[in-house]
């Protein structure tokens, strides 16, 4: 099936670093989204990205994240700088529409950032 | 996890052996899907669903949203089974996020 691919899939990084993490999703996509889910526990939407603009973010989309995807490049989540907290797996998605017939979301594997 | 609630929590299966799973919304949905998170922690989509029935394979999945459930049939479970089954679903009138249960940590054994 369609595939959503994300770079790096492990990331190390010091406290108050920056680090950006990647994600190419599925060609004729329209919709991106990233999701936060620490180890064991549940899933949680972020953010939604549409048509170069954040559609809608949960409280848990800091200050510190941004979201960008240039030129129809990677689409990608920066957090600056990072703390702790932030230790997580990020998992990227993509979706043609938000409709009945065309809102299924498409994940990646997923991000895993260790703060340390 | 309330408004997404899965049943049961944790399962254990006999290779060979059938079972099924459930997601019951206190959300107005209009389509759910499932994920298999395998415990190296990929995601792996196995239904999109409408009001209806799908079947894929050992799965099958069914989504009524007049009685607001889903489940998952897996049948002759195999050790590849093995993982944790979500269920997700977004909240009518906002499709932009999907709203996830705390998923059924499924051990399949020889």
């Known amino acids: 099936g369609p595939k959503v691919l994300q770079i790096p899939s492990h990331q190390i990084i010091d406290m108050g670093q920056m680090v950006t993490l990647n994600c190419d999703p599925v060609s004729n996509h329209l919709y991106f989204y990233w999701y936060k889910q620490i180890l064991g526990q549940q899933m949680e939407f972020l953010v939604n990205?549409?048509?170069?603009?954040?559609?809608?973010k949960s409280k848990l989309f800091k200050d510190q994240f941004s979201v960008e995807r240039p030129d129809g490049s990677y689409f990608t989540l920066k957090i600056q700088p990072t703390a702790l907290e932030d230790s997580a797996v990020y998992f990227c998605a993509s979706s043609q529409g938000q409709g009945a017939n065309t809102g299924q979301l498409y994940f990646g594997e997923g991000s895993k950032l260790t703060v340390l | 996890g309330d408004q997404v609630k899965q049943s049961p929590s944790a399962l254990s299966l006999q290779e060979g052996t059938n079972s099924a799973l459930r997601c019951n919304f206190s959300i107005a949905t209009t389509t759910v899907q499932w994920f298999l998170q395998n415990p190296r922690g990929s995601l792996m989509n196995l239904f999109y669903?409408?009001?209806?029935?799908k079947e894929n394979g050992r799965l099958k999945s069914t989504f009524n949203s007049k009685e607001s459930y889903s489940t998952l049939h897996i049948r002759d479970a195999q050790l590849e089974d093995s993982g944790t089954y979500f269920c997700a679903a977004p909240n009518v009138g906002d499709n932009s996020k999907l709203i996830w249960g705390l998923g059924t940590s499924l051990v399949v054994n020889p």
């Open positions: 669903l409408v009001p209806g029935t």
């Open positions: 990205f549409y048509n170069g603009k954040v559609m809608e």
